[in-house]
T-cell receptor, first 111, second 115 residues
Framework: EDQVTQSPEALRLQEGESSSLNCSYT??????LFWYRQDPGKGPEFLFT???AGEEKEKERLKATLTKKESFLHITAPKPEDSATYLC????????????FGSGTRLSIRP | DAGVIQSPRHEVTEMGQEVTLRCKPI?????LFWYRQTMMRGLELLIY????????DSGMPEDRFSAKMPNASFSTLKIQPSEPRDSAVYFC?????????????FGQGTRLTVV
């Protein structure tokens, strides 16, 4: 069964304390892996797409990496405004190319 | 482009009433998704359209739920009759179905409360 698992469920960091969020997936035929940011009361906001193992994407303090089984979202020297829920999603070649989401990691950055 | 537009933003209805949620996808996108988000279950895919045709509705919880996409610029999700357990935030998302633009872009959601 296609599955996406994120860890940890919640993460509290001090401002400037770097860390990583994990997304592991079990799918048949990965078409793309996506990272989103979601703020309270809003829809998920697209951050990155990764297509193949070894690929990396960066945006400000965020860097996403991909292996054959998992993806990491590295946060370097985070600021309070980086506090949000980060969601990982995958799109498969099978299952009519639908997109399924993990349960997310709630990130809180203390000043 | 204004992005994916959903209406209404909030809906409060009584149990047993019909509820219709609306979505206008991004122009040029040919894939459209309806998701439901709750604290307990996260983001669940309800149904997925490609070129206005329903491709996968395996996530639709029961026959009370139905979705249509009469044209490339409009979709509806209907719940009839509504029940308190349907209370959630419903998101619509759209994407290009092919090539490099496979990521989905979301609307702001409709917060549904059934009392």
């Amino acid at each position: 069964e296609d599955q996406v698992t994120q860890s940890p469920e919640a993460l509290r960091l001090q401002e400037g304390e770097s860390s990583s969020l994990n997304c592991s997936y079990t799918v048949s035929g990965l078409r793309g892996l996506f990272w989103y940011r979601q703020d309270p009361g809003k829809g998920p906001e697209f951050l990155f797409t990764l297509y193949s193992a070894g690929e990396e994407k960066e945006k400000e303090r965020l860097k996403a990496t991909l292996t054959k089984k998992e993806s990491f979202l590295h946060i370097t020297a985070p600021k309070p405004e980086d506090s949000a829920t980060y969601l990982c999603a995958v799109r498969m070649y099978s299952s009519a190319s639908k997109i399924i989401f993990g349960s997310g990691t709630r990130l809180s950055i203390r000043p | 482009d204004a992005g994916v537009i959903q209406s209404p933003r909030h809906e409060v209805t009584e149990m047993g009433q019909e509820v219709t949620l609306r979505c206008k996808p991004i122009s040029g996108h040919n894939s459209l998704f309806w998701y439901r988000q709750t604290m307990m279950r996260g983001l669940e895919l309800l149904i997925y359209f490609n070129n206005n045709v329903p491709i996968d509705d395996s996530g639709m919880p029961e026959d009370r739920f139905s979705a249509k996409m009469p044209n490339a610029s409009f979709s509806t999700l209907k719940i009839q009759p509504s029940e308190p357990r349907d209370s959630a935030v419903y998101f619509c998302a759209s994407s290009l179905g092919q090539g490099s633009g496979t990521e989905a872009f979301f609307g702001q959601g409709t917060r549904l409360t059934v009392v």
